[in-house]
């Protein structure tokens, strides 16, 4: 429980207010504090991000007065400084708006799979056809505010919960997006070993969150050391896959071997 709740609270009001009597949107605040916009957003609302630097650097890029600003930073760590116990469970959520927050407002995700086509660039035949439930990055996959990695298993891609016909749609949106400038597709042959073996497959945000979907829900986990293990896992992988034209003609390839099955 954090006994200074009511202190983190007043303090994001604060910032809150200041950025909209500056004229400054969330975006433009964000950048200038060289942070995510997301966490910018939970500082806003109250909540106790890792580090209270990170709360200090929203400080030094707003509009105001020295003074001001020096208050601002020992009420900051005056919140920060007190006792705070973390629960057994805390920095896991299983509440599937957590994980669409994630997807809406995040400007980096790296995302893995080894079983399924990435979330992001899933055709909605394709996800219907998984009993999956649609994806934001969806929507967002050609925002040049979204940098979108991903990372998927030969064998991911050779996978199709329905016919052959269906898949050969679902390789030509890969390919599309293999052409978009905020995109870059990774692809581990299946001859290539994994040099990590997730058991699962995850999408990583701006290095703060971590989504990974069940069968029932979507989980996200936020804890620090947690999420490090994944952007580490997902470098691993990053550098086993093929990338650029190599990636582009195994995924044509893959899509030739689909045409043969529909006919």
């Given at each position: 429980?954090?006994?200074?709740?009511?202190a983190l609270n007043e303090i994001g009001r604060f910032i809150r207010n200041i950025r909209n009597e500056s004229d400054y949107s969330s975006r433009?605040?964000?950048?200038?504090?060289?942070?995510?916009?997301?966490?910018l957003s939970r500082i806003e609302n109250g909540s106790r991000v890792e580090d209270f630097s990170t709360v200090e650097k929203v400080v030094s890029a707003l509009p105001i007065r020295s003074e001001v600003a020096g208050s601002l930073h020992a009420r900051i760590r005056a919140a920060y400084a007190s006792n705070y116990t973390r629960r057994a469970d805390?920095?896991?959520?299983?509440?599937?708006?957590?994980?669409?927050g994630w997807e809406r407002s995040a400007v980096t995700v790296r995302e893995f799979q080894s079983g399924m086509v990435p979330r992001a660039v899933r055709s909605p035949e394709y996800a219907q056809a998984a009993d999956a439930s649609p994806s934001r990055l969806v929507d967002r996959i050609g925002d040049e505010d979204l940098d979108f990695a991903c990372v998927v298993t030969e064998?991911?891609?050779?996978?199709?919960?329905?016919?052959g016909a269906m898949m050969l749609d679902q390789l030509d949106r890969v390919s599309w997006a293999c052409?978009?400038?905020?995109?870059?597709?990774?692809?581990v042959p299946w001859s290539v070993p994994l040099p990590v073996m997730p058991p699962h497959g995850f999408a990583v945000f701006d290095d703060e969150a971590v989504v990974v979907e069940t069968?029932?829900?979507?989980?996200t986990i936020t804890e620090p050391d947690a999420v490090a293990a994944y952007v580490d896992a997902y470098a691993q992988l990053e550098a086993v896959a093929v990338t650029g034209d190599e990636a582009r003609e195994l995924v044509e390839r893959i899509r030739r071997?689909?045409?043969?099955l529909a006919h």
């Open positions: 429980m954090d006994p200074n709740k009511d433009r605040l964000a950048r200038l504090a060289k942070i995510s916009q997301s966490t805390s920095g896991i959520s299983l509440v599937s708006d957590i994980a669409r064998g991911a891609l050779r996978t199709w919960p329905a016919d052409e978009l400038p905020n995109v870059r597709l990774g692809v069968f029932t829900a979507q989980m071997d689909f045409e043969e």
